[in-house]
């Protein structure tokens, strides 16, 4: 009764660690299992902070960063601020297996995605949208911004850099998961 | 966010990540799942890990590398772990952060930064010790 093989994944996401296990029983490689349970909660969107649906920007949109490593020959591939495409991890497995690169980004990596066969889809929901408008309604607070015009800790953008630059503390005081994270 | 590391049976290792991110980030803002060595590391020769949390922070310390380069010089993992949280809490002591580690022989362990809203971090964790996902909490630090 060997510790090993081992799966180990952050927060209570009980499918995704069932995925990975599962797959090294049935033979899969250890990237295999990563990318297969990783999968689980960009389908299931586990606690919102994972896959469609969550965590919209600004501008009311989801994209997604993922990555995929393998430990023997080090090869890493990643996507970040992927549009309108859920299966991130399958397109890093994709940079990984199918590219000398290591990163991928914004709508170039959706073009890379859709050329490995992966399909474009909106990434919003009633759940993503709804948030946005609320975010807006609350005068777009909290907020990523400092140091610029109107006051960011108060006011919507569009914003333009303070003239006189007086140094901001960052707008969200309370730091903790409420105010969303990675 | 989920990060997950693997260690299978011959000793090969894996890790990897997937987020929608921060809620409200600036159109086109990238955190530290995506970047190899933050968001998630694996080597075959010295262990896994991956991280959770205020991305913007954490991307700066490539947490998971540092993990993994304390458990080459045959840290536990869970003190790698810690001594990676606290490397950051210097800087950031209000940052919002979690780490988990494993190393080759199957052991694991996991960290995370105290705050008034984040005191106990869970994990999941499967091998045949435990022959089913089980769901373990650390304390923050």
Not at chain 1, 84 to 94: E, L, Q, T, W
Not at chain 2, 2 to 15: E, N, P, R, S
Not at chain 2, 114 to 127: A, C, D, E, G, R
Request: aromatic share 8%; net charge neutral.
């Amino acid at each position: 009764r060997s510790p090993l093989p081992l799966v180990l994944n952050t927060w209570p996401f009980r499918d995704a660690t069932e995925a990975a296990w599962k797959t090294l029983a049935s033979g899969g490689s250890a990237v295999d299992a990563v990318e297969n349970g990783c999968a689980v909660c960009e389908r299931e969107q586990c606690d919102g902070t994972v896959g469609f649906g969550g965590s919209p920007d600004e501008l009311g949109e989801t994209t997604l960063d993922a990555m995929i490593m393998d430990g023997t020959t080090m090869d890493v591939g990643a996507v970040g601020n992927l549009r309108r495409i859920k299966n991130a991890i399958g397109v890093a497995r994709k940079v990984l297996e199918h590219t000398t690169h290591t990163l991928l980004a914004g709508e170039s990596a959706t073009m890379f995605a859709e050329s490995m066969g992966f399909t474009k889809e909106d990434l919003s929901t009633n759940t993503s949208q709804a948030l946005h408008s609320d975010w807006l309604a609350r005068n777009c607070q909290p907020n990523c911004w400092r140091n610029v015009i109107p006051d960011a800790s108060k006011y919507c953008g569009p914003y333009k850099p303070r003239g006189i630059l007086k140094r901001d503390a960052p707008t969200y005081k309370e730091t903790g998961d409420n105010y969303g994270h990675d | 966010t989920i990060g997950m590391v693997v260690i299978h049976k011959a000793g090969h290792t894996a890790a990897g990540t997937s987020t929608n991110g921060l809620k409200f980030k600036i159109h086109g803002r990238i955190g530290d799942s995506p970047i190899p060595g933050a968001g998630a590391y694996a080597d075959d020769t010295a262990g896994a890990a991956a991280a959770t949390g205020d991305g913007d922070i954490l991307m700066r310390f490539l947490p998971s590398y540092q993990a993994v380069e304390y458990m080459r010089t045959g840290e536990d993992p869970t003190i790698a772990c810690r001594k990676v949280i606290s490397r950051i809490q210097k800087y950031f002591p209000n940052f919002f952060g979690a780490v988990i580690c494993a190393n080759l022989t199957g052991s694991y362990g996991a960290a995370c930064n105290k705050l008034p809203t984040f005191t106990h971090f869970s994990f999941m964790i499967y091998n045949y010790l435990k022959n089913q996902p089980t769901e373990e909490k650390v304390s923050c630090i």
